[in-house]
């Protein structure tokens, strides 16, 4: 059974031990942010990594760090994968036997379907499994680029298998809030399919074109760099996020991916149409629609309107 927490109050622990395993910007940002909101009575790191593991120690980002990721995970009330989602079935086995009857084991994950099908069969009876996903992050990776803000009015998706038990879902919702985000409930397949267009498939767009300045030759690419401010630094940003975390994402959530790059090149089809037929009208209507999309968020809290892409000023954002 989760416990109760019910009468929580802020400032108040509504996790005795919180074990983090995989400390890099997610991880390390968990362990920043639970404690300055003092979520957890003691938190316990674990990594695979043992170069990740004294930074850890260093920075003094846990109470306690393990030497095996099964040690950190003993004992705990809730435990959070924050490693690359190709790593997870492979930790869920190694910690599974290890859990205390009780525990909730939660992730971070960019995809939902595929990782619960990966950590859910290595969970012993009387362990809940309540997968999440903070929608939060930089191009970042590493113990030392994570902050405790990073999830401050920012959302944070839970997908609950069906038979979730009640009390845990409350319990890693009740966490999210207290870390300062805003918490959404929905289906892993439809997580999937909404993150493909809004993450997934514009991190393939940039790799794409960043890939494409790559391939050009010499002189043109020097030139590319020098004038990148046009647009193309912007791309530079995202596909620089972490090879190995966005070579598991798009190996994890094939399906969506495809179905929305599927209509995207649909899109660009008639986007170069309009431009092939001189259709003015076309191609002013879109950008003005699109255009409105990006006030839109600037509006919600999702993003500053800074110049900068407002990275900085985002860490820090006016409450919604
Ligand atoms: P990261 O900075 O690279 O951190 C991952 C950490 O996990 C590293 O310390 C890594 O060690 C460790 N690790 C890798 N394989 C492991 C294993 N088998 N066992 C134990 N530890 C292992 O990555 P991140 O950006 O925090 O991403 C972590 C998760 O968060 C991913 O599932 C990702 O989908 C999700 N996520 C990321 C973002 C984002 O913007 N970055 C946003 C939301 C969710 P090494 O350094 O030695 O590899």
């Not at 038990?165 to 009740?174: E, F, K, N, Y």
Request: aromatic share 4%; proline share 6%; with cysteine.
């Amino acid at each position: 059974m989760a416990p109760d927490i019910s009468g929580a109050s802020p400032g108040v622990p509504i996790i005795d031990r919180l074990a983090i395993i995989g400390l890099g910007l997610i991880g390390s940002s968990i362990a920043r942010a639970a404690r300055r909101n003092k979520v957890a009575t003691t938190i316990v790191a674990g990594d695979a990594d043992p170069a990740v593991r004294a930074r850890v120690e260093e920075l003094a980002l846990a109470d306690e760090v393990a030497p095996t990721l099964a040690q950190a995970a003993e004992g705990a009330d809730l435990v959070i994968l924050c490693v690359p989602v190709g790593a997870d079935a492979a930790v869920a086995q190694e910690i599974g036997l290890h859990l205390k009857r009780g525990a909730i084991v939660s992730d971070v994950g960019s995809v939902k379907s595929a990782v619960i099908a990966a950590i859910a069969p290595h969970l012993p009876p009387g362990v809940s499994l309540v997968p999440a996903h903070p929608v939060a992050g930089t191009e970042q990776s590493g113990p030392d680029a994570g902050f405790d803000s990073l999830f401050l009015h920012r959302w944070c998706i839970l997908t609950p298998p069906e038979d979730a038990d009640t009390g845990a879902i409350a319990l890693v919702q009740a966490f999210w809030e207290a870390l300062g985000s805003n918490v959404e409930i929905m289906t892993p397949a439809h997580h999937d399919l909404v993150l493909a267009i809004t993450s997934h498939v514009p991190h393939l767009i940039a790799y794409n074109i960043v890939g494409t300045v790559a391939e050009l030759e010499e002189a043109t690419r020097s030139e590319v760099l020098k004038f990148s401010a046009g647009g193309f630094r912007d791309f530079t940003r995202i596909a620089a996020s972490d090879p190995t975390m966005w070579r598991d994402v798009f190996l994890h959530n094939k399906d969506a991916v495809l179905e929305m790059l599927g209509r995207f090149n649909e899109d660009l089809t008639a986007l170069q149409r309009m431009i092939r037929r001189g259709d003015g009208e076309g191609l002013f209507d879109l950008f003005t629609r699109t255009r409105a999309i990006r006030r839109g968020i600037v509006a919600q809290g999702q993003e500053t309107a800074a110049p900068d892409f407002g990275r900085r000023a985002a860490e820090t954002p006016a409450k919604p």
